[in-house]
């Protein structure tokens, strides 16, 4: 049977980097097809809307049942920052479907003994069904020399990328833990890049950001939050982050949910992220949605719209949800709106290249062709 064609007609283009006023853009299967195309099976007025790329969020954690529910906001693809492996198995098999948002992980993250996330998964261990007890439990470091090891188990288990944590638990006010230091992250960094692995640093502070730097890490997964405005290790680690070309996963809707929004953390976070824009390091938005703090899906839009507020433009959100996360992790296939890739798309009444608020005025969704239907979306 020949796939369905349809033609969007008419419409407003956010391509992943620029705005193309009126375009006609064809799904010819699980693919968006060139010119020259035949009669489509169906027909769609543009006019007046935007057609978006599916939307990427760059930091979740991913659970039952939030796959599907990040596609109903147009989240076409989620970067995965710590699964255990067997629930890693479980989401890969649902990311199979069309109906639910696509995934990459990290799989099992690198912490010291007893170092975040140790705590909220022990607490979480009464709650979540997996099996030997393995919400509790998980792999740790402490050896730089177990480095290479630790990096070919996570290799082993699917692992897409390596997120390194680096977090005494000083942002949060709790009692100190123990956390990864420079030697052993630079050796983490060192083995996961002998096999092809990307690296992310899970930070807090100005403190974990420097050694994270001093270590090569590709990316971080947070903007660090715990100084003020001014303070000069804000404007070195920008220059730092900068000049070593790492991206930089802002979770501004994760540090409001926190502590809320207008305070001193919230709004240290927003300068950082500012400032980074500023210095032209590259900005991809996440959320760091999880099981203790539902932002799949919603809160990538409420994070769009931190970005602005933060001094992007709105068409710079777009592309930090879109070209610029499957450009820095290595998925060529999505992200733009361009002949032969991924149909991956969102289409939203309005112009959410001049007001961002927009991409929440859902009209439709594609995932790799297939449309998803008025009752799923809710």
């Known amino acids: 049977m020949r796939p369905l064609r349809t033609l969007i007609r008419d419409v407003r283009v956010f391509d992943g980097f620029r705005t193309i006023p009126r375009a006609d853009v064809l799904i010819d299967g699980d693919r968006i097809s060139g010119p020259g195309f035949v009669g489509p099976d169906l027909l769609i007025d543009g006019t007046g809307r935007t057609l978006l790329p599916g939307l990427i969020d760059a930091h979740t954690h991913t659970f039952d049942g939030s796959l599907a529910h990040a596609l109903t906001y147009g989240v076409t693809t989620e970067l995965d920052m710590f699964c255990l492996p067997s629930n890693l198995a479980r989401q890969r098999k649902l990311a199979e479907r069309d109906d639910v948002a696509d995934l990459r992980s990290a799989g099992v993250l690198a912490t010291a003994p007893g170092g975040h996330p140790t705590a909220v998964m022990t607490a979480m261990a009464a709650t979540l069904d997996e099996p030997n007890d393995a919400v509790g439990r998980f792999d740790t470091i402490e050896d730089p020399a177990q480095a290479g090891e630790f990096v070919a188990a996570r290799l082993a288990e699917g692992s897409d990328y390596l997120k390194i944590v680096i977090d005494d638990g000083s942002s949060s006010g709790t009692s100190p833990t123990p956390t990864i230091g ?44 715990d100084k003020v405005p001014g303070h000069p290790d804000n404007a070195e680690l920008v220059h730092r982050a900068a000049t070593q070309g790492v991206f930089v996963i802002s979770t501004l809707v994760y540090i409001e949910s926190l502590v809320g929004a207008d ?81 991956d798309l969102v289409l939203v009444e309005g112009d959410p290249t001049q007001d961002i608020t927009a991409t929440r005025e859902i009209a439709a969704i594609w995932r790799r062709g297939e449309r998803l239907s008025r009752t799923s979306m809710g």
């Not at 099981?291 to 433009?313: C, S």
């Not at 733009?336 to 149909?343: D, V």
Request: net charge positive; aromatic share 4%.
């Open 182 to 225: 420079r030697e052993l992250a630079t050796a983490l960094v060192d083995a996961a890049r002998a096999v092809g692995l990307r690296t992310v640093a899970h930070v807090a502070t100005a403190r974990d950001t420097a050694i994270a730097l001093d270590a090569g890490v590709d990316g971080l997964a947070h903007v660090w939050s």
């Open 263 to 343: 305070t001193p953390r919230s709004t240290n976070a927003a300068y950082v992220a500012k400032a980074l824009h500023r210095a032209g390091v590259p900005l991809l938005a996440g959320t760091d949605a999880n099981p203790y703090v539902p932002l799949h899906g919603d809160g990538l839009h409420r994070e769009l719209e931190l970005l602005t507020r933060a001094g992007l433009t709105p068409t710079q959100a777009l592309t930090a949800t879109t070209s610029a996360p499957a450009r820095h992790f290595g998925l060529p296939d999505r992200g733009r709106i361009a002949p032969g890739l991924r149909a």
